[in-house]
Each structure stands twice: as structure tokens, then as C-alpha cells.
């Protein structure tokens, strides 16, 4: 009697997780000061924002949403259908620079703290330096020229 009763949760358990599982998407990536449109299958009673000085969203339309990156971070995003059931559980990915941009992680050494330093391009027709990101107090090193510039 014992092991049917074992057998049995762990098939609920498992059910349970494939269940929440297919609720959470893909992590959704944005840039810093960018949108990312998100088209729903079915249409969107109430939507949820974790942290909203990270990203913030807009409802369009009820089967269109659109998230803000506001500054670099992480949060998580639920939307809930009419019968008040998540419908959409995903990472949103706030990242500086956003689409196009490249960035370059130098590595560690003398005038960089462990961890090194982040440094990001906007990128289109040229690339420009948009920010650093240092993991230390010490001062960044100097910017290799951007790709195709020779110095």
C-alpha cells in the first residue's frame, strides 16, 4: 500500500512540474531605454510586473503587450488569462545597449578588479561606446578602437 502511495506522488509531482514548466517562456531580453513587443496566444485579463524599476510593461491590446527595459536588471513578468491562471510566467532580461549593441568583457589584470569590466557598443552602420561597467573601484582601461577603426 505503501509504494502505490509513493508511486502516486511522485506522478503528481511530476505532472505538476511538466504543468509548470510549459507555463514559463523563454527569457525575454531588452535593452536598457528599448520595448520588446509580446504577441499572446489568448487574450490577457491582468498582467504583473516583479520590479518595475527594472522593466515596465503596456497593455496594447489584450493579446498584445509591450515591455519596457528601464535599467539594467532582472525581474519576472505574469500574465494572467480571464479565469485568473497564468498564462505566460517568463524572465524578463533588462540589458545595456539593447538591440545591436556588442559587448566586450575584458578580462582581469593590473588596473582591473576580479571580474573585470564590461564594456558596451551600439552598434549599426559604425559602433559607438554606450557605457562601462567596472566590477571594481579601480578606473577602466582604455577602450580598444571600435571594430573596423584603426587607430
Same mark, same amino acid.
Given at each position: 500500500? @505503501? ?20 507555463? @514559463?517562456?523563454?527569457?525575454? *531580453?531588452? !535593452?536598457?531605454? +528599448? ?6 496566444? +489568448?487574450?490577457?485579463? /491582468?498582467?504583473?510586473? !516583479? ?9 496594447e ?7 519596457? !527595459? ?12 480571464g479565469? +485568473? /491562471?497564468?498564462?505566460? *510566467?517568463?524572465?524578463? %532580461?533588462v /540589458? ?31 559602433? %559607438?561606446?554606450? @557605457?562601462?561597467?567596472?566590477?571594481? @573601484? ?9 571594430? !573596423?577603426?584603426?587607430?
Amino acid at each position: 500500500m @505503501a509504494g502505490r502511495f509513493l508511486i502516486k506522488s511522485v506522478v503528481v509531482a511530476a505532472l505538476a512540474l511538466t504543468a509548470t514548466s510549459a507555463m @514559463a517562456g523563454p527569457p525575454v *531580453e531588452v !535593452g536598457a531605454g +528599448h520595448a520588446v513587443l509580446l504577441v499572446l496566444d +489568448h487574450p490577457a485579463r /491582468q498582467v504583473i510586473i !516583479g520590479d518595475p524599476t527594472v522593466a515596465d510593461v503596456s497593455v496594447e491590446s489584450p493579446t498584445r503587450v509591450v515591455v519596457f !527595459g528601464k535599467r539594467v536588471g532582472s525581474t519576472s513578468l505574469m500574465v494572467l488569462d480571464g479565469g +485568473h /491562471q497564468p498564462m505566460l *510566467e517568463a524572465a524578463i %532580461v533588462v /540589458q545595456p545597449g539593447g538591440s545591436g549593441a556588442v559587448t566586450v568583457t575584458y578580462g582581469t589584470g593590473k588596473d582591473v578588479k576580479a571580474g573585470g569590466l564590461n564594456a558596451v557598443f551600439a552598434c549599426a552602420t559604425t559602433c %559607438v561606446r554606450a @557605457a562601462d561597467k567596472p566590477s571594481g @573601484a579601480a578606473p577602466p582601461p582604455a577602450a580598444p578602437p571600435a571594430p !573596423g577603426k584603426s587607430s
